[in-house]
């Protein structure tokens, strides 16, 4: 297959001797900066064997806590589409639901049990009492812009959907927002491995930048709302204090 022959003939820059995985065929170990794609082909080589259920399995699994980032699924099935290995049009949809199952399980699970669920030593893994408040006063706060934060950190996106299910957040307007988030992200990753699949190293590095910039937007974005809306509340509290003074 092509996207096998790259990975062994060329490193990130192009020079022959190096896989795509960043180490010399002759022993030099992967640089930092390359294992993801290496483990990208892990999980390759795992959905070429069990196609359409090795795609299903891997992104279920890692949405219900698994340490599998989503893309890495998504690209390795995009890459296997272009080599006509499985079919483009099943594929990704298929991504999209594999997603979307391990979410809802997460939700209502958290729904279903609440706090108990805090007990079992496997979930205190992703999500620990002061977890739990802080991403509850989150929700209280900023709603289901939670949602589509976490969806896009790993080791956070476990405990926030669990925490939806717990906090009681309807169901409706969690499935929307998270499916919304799903059918812009997962699409966007399959199709980069699509066209891209040579470069999947350069994609993989590219999609991490925008998601770091998207957070830090979001985090400065929520931090301007913090600080509006205490100097609104500044604001009514001196002029209920200025009233006061008039009428004394």
Not at 101 to 126: K, P, Q
Request: glycine share 10%.
């Amino acid at each position: 297959m092509a996207f096998r022959m790259s990975a062994r003939s060329l490193n990130s820059e192009g020079e022959p001797g190096r896989g795509l995985t960043g180490g010399r065929v002759h022993g030099e170990p992967a640089t930092t900066r390359t294992r993801q794609v290496k483990y990208t082909c892990v999980i390759q080589e795992f959905i070429e064997h069990f196609t359409y259920g090795g795609i299903f399995l891997i992104l279920v699994l890692g949405g219900l806590g698994a340490p599998v980032p989503e893309e890495l699924p998504v690209l390795a099935a995009g890459a296997l589409a272009r080599e006509a290995v499985i079919r483009w049009w099943f594929a990704l949809p298929l991504c999209v639901v594999g997603v979307l199952v391990g979410d809802i399980v997460l939700y209502w699970a958290g729904h279903h049990w609440g706090e108990r669920l805090l007990s079992w030593r496997v979930v205190r893994l992703v999500l620990t009492q002061a977890r739990e408040r802080r991403l509850l006063a989150a929700y209280h706060h900023h709603g289901v812009k939670i949602i589509v934060i976490a969806r896009h950190v790993v080791g956070l996106r476990a405990a926030a959907f669990l925490t939806a299910g717990i906090a009681r957040l309807p169901f409706w307007k969690f499935l929307l927002v998270d499916a919304a988030a799903a059918c812009v992200s997962v699409p966007v990753s399959f199709g980069l491995a699509y066209f891209f699949t040579d470069q999947l190293q350069a994609v993989l590095e590219d999609i991490h930048r925008v998601e770091r910039w998207l957070l830090l937007l979001g985090l400065v974005a929520v931090a301007a709302w913090i600080t509006l809306r205490v100097w609104r509340k500044s604001r009514e509290a001196l002029a209920a204090e200025s009233g006061e003074d008039g009428v004394l």
